[in-house]
Nanobody
Framework: QVQLVESGGGLVQAGGSLRLSCAASGRTFSNYAMGWFRQAPGKAREFVAAISRSGRNTYYPDSMKGRFTISRDNAKNTVYLQMNSLKPEDTAVYLC?????????????????WGQGTQVTVSS
């Protein structure tokens, strides 16, 4: 198992930016493809971004393309989510997840390990 701890959430005005971090420990980080998901109250967990083990491949849903950027630093055992041009509808708990595979995935059931999440609130 790999342990994941998110940080960097907070309150930001619409149009602002935040950078989330997810620190991993317990296993070799570079063995895991990583993803970010989010969950707003009363809504299903939603895919936000994913990155392959090497970091060469990334994927975003259309609603996040151009605004969100996922990256990783395997030397620091950390994955990041840079969020720009934030909107009130981006308000949610953001969770990072790890899967023991080289390829990225958009499907939450394909991830084995989850962090506790960090709250992002975007005010209008």
């Amino acid at each position: 198992q790999v342990q994941l701890v998110e940080s960097g959430g907070g309150l930001v005005q619409a149009g602002g930016s935040l950078r989330l971090s997810c620190a991993a420990s317990g296993r070799t980080f570079s063995n895991y493809a990583m993803g970010w998901f989010r969950q707003a109250p009363g809504k299903a967990r939603e895919f936000v971004a994913a990155i392959s083990r090497s970091g060469r491949n990334t994927y975003y849903p259309d609603s996040m393309k151009g605004r969100f950027t996922i990256s990783r630093d395997n030397a620091k055992n950390t994955v990041y989510l840079q969020m720009n041009s934030l909107k009130p509808e981006d308000t949610a708990v953001y969770l990072c997840a790890a899967r023991t595979a080289s390829l990225l995935s958009t499907l939450k059931y394909e991830y084995d390990n989850w962090g506790q999440g960090t709250q992002v609130t975007v005010s209008s």
